[in-house]
């Protein structure tokens, strides 16, 4: 494993040798005393790593600001300041079609209330009661697929 800042304990390449292939996954993050909380930003996969790979061979996260609000979503009161969570995360770019991105946001707990992914035609629900457990979802899939809802008593 290599740690750019052993102190903080967070891995930023680590390679396997299997029969000498060298197989190294490398992983960025917000750097300390900067403005943010020392997050993952990328994340790359031995493929993404040799010389040929096009730079978006790898997965890439976003954040909210620590005081952005939330989409008024799913529930969500406008408003609802998401406290620098989790906002996007983009997978690699595939040998043909574009990436997917998949977005988040949360409720005023952190749960984790609404997604949405490339080519989604609206927001996937999640559903809490008073006590925190998951009491509906509605999952909302790509353009003529159906929509799925669930919900509990």
Known sequence: MTYQHPWLGQATAGTVD?????????????QPGAAGWLR???RTLPAGGVAVAPATAKTTSTYYGDLENAPAVCGIPSGTKQYGMAKSTTGPTPASGGAI?????????????ATKSTGDTDWSCTGYDARGKVVSSKIVGGSGVATISSSTT
């Open 18 to 30: 299997p029969d000498g292939l060298a197989l190294t996954t490398s992983t960025t993050f917000e």
């Open 40 to 42: 993952r930003l990328t």
């Open 101 to 113: 991105t998949t977005e988040y946001a949360y409720d005023a707990w952190g749960r984790a209330v």
